[in-house]
Nanobody, 125 residues
Framework: QVQLVESGGGLVQAGGSLRLSCAASGRTFSSFAMGWFRQAPGKEREFVGGISGRGGTAYYADSVKGRFTISRDNAKNTVYLQMNSLKPEDTAVYYC??????????????????WGQGTQVTVSS
C-alpha cells in the first residue's frame, strides 16, 4: 500500500500556528480522499478533518472548524493540515490516512487505511 509520512509537528504557544504535511510514496489516485486524525494521551483517536481526492471538498470536526484548513497537492503527493489559533486541547499526535473506498468522504478510523506514523503537536499555555 501507499506509505504516508507526517511532518511539521512541534511545540507552539497557544494562539500560534503550525502546518503539518503528509507525504505519500509513489503515485496516489485522485479519486481517494485523505483524512487527518489525532490522539491525545489517554484518549481515543479522533477524526480531525478530511479532503476529497481532487481537493474540491474539505470537511472538519466541530472542534477544529474555522481554525484548521486541509489542502492537497496531488502533483506532489502531499496533503497539508494548516492549524491556526491553536489551543492546549489540540495537543496530540496527528496522523494522516488514506480513505479505503474511492469517492467516499469518511470520518471513521475503519474507513481509512495506509496510516502514517504520526507527528507530535504540543500547544503550551
Amino acid at each position: 500500500q501507499v506509505q504516508l509520512v507526517e511532518s511539521g509537528g512541534g511545540l507552539v504557544q497557544a494562539g500560534g500556528s503550525l502546518r503539518l504535511s503528509c507525504a505519500a510514496s509513489g503515485r496516489t489516485f485522485s479519486s481517494f480522499a485523505m483524512g487527518w486524525f489525532r490522539q491525545a494521551p489517554g484518549k481515543e483517536r479522533e477524526f480531525v478533518g478530511g479532503i476529497s481526492g481532487r481537493g474540491g471538498t474539505a470537511y472538519y470536526a466541530d472542534s477544529v472548524k474555522g481554525r484548521f484548513t486541509i489542502s492537497r497537492d496531488n502533483a506532489k503527493n502531499t496533503v497539508y493540515l494548516q492549524m491556526n489559533s491553536l489551543k492546549p486541547e489540540d495537543t496530540a499526535v496527528y496522523y494522516c490516512a488514506l480513505q479505503r473506498e474511492p469517492y467516499a468522504l469518511g470520518s471513521r478510523e475503519t474507513q481509512f487505511g495506509s496510516w502514517g506514523q504520526g507527528t507530535q503537536v504540543t500547544v503550551s499555555s
